[in-house]
T-cell receptor, first 113, second 110 residues
Framework: DGGITQSPKYLFRKEGQNVTLSCEQN?????MYWYRQDPGQGLRLIYYSQIVNDFQKGDIAEGYSVSREKKESFPLTVTSAQKNPTAFYLCASTSDRMFYGYTFGSGTRLTVV | DQQVKQNSPSLSVQEGRISILNCDYTNSMFDYFLWYKKYPAEGPTFLIS?????DKNEDGRFTVFLNKSAKHLSLHIVPSQPGDSAVYFCAATQTDKLIFGTGTRLQVFP
């Protein structure tokens, strides 16, 4: 079955450490996105990529970095510069038919300890 | 600046009755509007959408209404079922990305 796989589901990080969240899709979608969900704030866009080797900042990119070396993969690194990294992170992808919106992964819960 | 707003953080409805979830937006250039349903610790799933050139779209128990003059859309669920209990996000397309609202938690009780 086609879909998006995010791993791990739960992740704990010590303050000052970088951590990378994985996102892989086998839907042959060109565009991929990273969102962050916090209570009462909905989904906020971190980074997105329309094509391999290209990506754009979203609304809250500070403290995060991404890469898009393969069409199937869009990993997100949460750096030590991110002030409040504890959140639920969602990866999504879409074809160019935006009418049907995105397909989302099941998310990664990151907790800083 | 929140371009897509869901002013009701929660809604409680009795099983069998209608659930109405509301969403307001500020940007008249949005092309499509979508509703997503989300359970805890899972990714959102697409529910229903509507083009900005239409005012109604229906899919089974779910109907979305768009009032462009008021910059308002609503999702109607009839009849509501306990399995509908979830957080509902409205979203709008802007060029190459989706802008999401803050969500409304729907609880359907027996």
């Amino acid at each position: 079955d086609g879909g998006i796989t995010q791993s791990p589901k739960y992740l704990f990080r010590k303050e000052g450490q970088n951590v990378t969240l994985s996102c892989e899709q086998n839907l042959n979608h060109d565009a991929m996105y990273w969102y962050r969900q916090d209570p009462g704030q909905g989904l906020r866009l971190i980074y997105y990529s329309q094509i391999v080797n290209d990506f754009q900042k979203g609304d809250i990119a500070e403290g995060y970095s991404v890469s898009r070396e393969k069409k199937e993969s869009f990993p997100l690194t949460v750096t030590s510069a991110q002030k409040n990294p504890t959140a639920f992170y969602l990866c999504a992808s879409t074809s160019d038919r935006m009418f049907y919106g995105y397909t989302f992964g099941s998310g990664t819960r990151l907790t800083v300890v | 600046d929140q371009q897509v707003k869901q002013n009701s953080p929660s809604l409680s409805v009795q099983e069998g009755r209608i659930s109405i979830l509301n969403c307001d937006y500020t940007n008249s250039m949005f092309d499509y509007f979508l509703w997503y349903k989300k359970y805890p610790a899972e990714g959102p799933t697409f529910l229903i959408s509507i083009s900005s050139i239409k005012d109604k779209n229906e899919d089974g128990r779910f109907t979305v209404f768009l009032n462009k003059s008021a910059k308002h859309l609503s999702l109607h669920i009839v009849p509501s079922q306990p399995g509908d209990s979830a957080v509902y996000f409205c979203a709008a397309t802007q060029t190459d990305k989706l802008i999401f609202g803050t969500g409304t938690r729907l609880q359907v009780f027996p």
